[in-house]
T-cell receptor, first 116, second 113 residues
Framework: AQSVTQLDSHVSVSEGTPVLLRCNYS??????LFWYVQHPNKGLQLLLK??????LVKGINGFEAEFKKSETSFHLTKPSAHMSDAAEYFC??????????????FGAGTRLAVHP | ETGVTQSPTHLIKTRGQQVTLRCSSQ?????VSWYQQALGQGPQFIFQ???????GRGNFPPRFSGLQFPNYSSELNVNALELDDSALYLC????????????FGPGTRLLVL
């Protein structure tokens, strides 16, 4: 069964320092992976997606993620954190079914705090 | 281009009541999925609708049901509400059922007392 595991429930960084949010995946084949962000009392916003075209994926707001098959990882990074980056981040895998539909399976989330 | 919209934004119900949540998909998207996000957890897939039919379902009881209309908007209905149904309900739309990228609305926060 496909799944994702977010290795940190909380990450705290200072403004201007790098951000690393870790995600490992489990899949029997090449997965489609996503990172979504959820600001307080808001819906989910797509940050970036990996669909096997390139292992380094660039997203919005300066975020990027690298797909590493050998490590089954898809970590999210940003060179310099901004106060507005404080939010909940979800690593997500898409699972396809024989009925022709896809569903998203979410990790438990990582809450990112950014301090001045 | 209009994004995914949901109504209402907040709702308070009592145990045993029924509730209907509404979702308008993004322009051009014919597939709608519903997710439940309990407090402090990641969203869980409820079901997906494509061309007015339920196209796939997660591990939710039959009292969770839905509809999709010809304009691709959708409703989520929950009967016999339980306290554990208190959650943020998220609607997501995609270009078609084979497209993996889903775009989410702001959600409806349901509180069951």
């Amino acid at each position: 069964a496909q799944s994702v595991t977010q290795l940190d429930s909380h990450v705290s960084v200072s403004e201007g320092t790098p951000v690393l949010l870790r995600c490992n995946y489990s899949s029997s084949y090449s997965p489609s992976l996503f990172w979504y962000v959820q600001h307080p009392n808001k819906g989910l916003q797509l940050l970036l997606k990996y669909t096997s075209a390139a292992t380094l994926v660039k997203g919005i707001n300066g975020f990027e993620a690298e797909f590493k098959k050998s490590e089954t990882s898809f970590h999210l990074t940003k060179p310099s954190a901004h106060m507005s980056d404080a939010a909940e981040y979800f690593c997500v895998v898409s699972v396809g079914f024989s009925g022709g539909y896809n569903k998203l399976i979410f990790g438990a989330g990582t809450r990112l705090a950014v301090h001045p | 281009e209009t994004g995914v919209t949901q109504s209402p934004t907040h709702l308070i119900k009592t145990r045993g009541q029924q509730v209907t949540l509404r979702c308008s998909s993004q322009s051009g998207h014919n597939t709608v999925s519903w997710y439940q996000q309990a407090l402090g957890q990641g969203p869980q897939f409820i079901f997906q609708y494509y061309r007015e039919e339920e196209n796939g379902r997660g591990n939710f009881p039959p009292r969770f049901s839905g509809l999709q209309f010809p304009n691709y908007s959708s409703e989520l209905n929950v009967n016999a509400l339980e306290l554990d149904d208190s959650a943020l309900y998220l609607c997501a739309s995609s270009l078609s059922r084979s497209q993996e990228t889903q775009y989410f609305g702001p959600g409806t926060r349901l509180l069951v007392l």
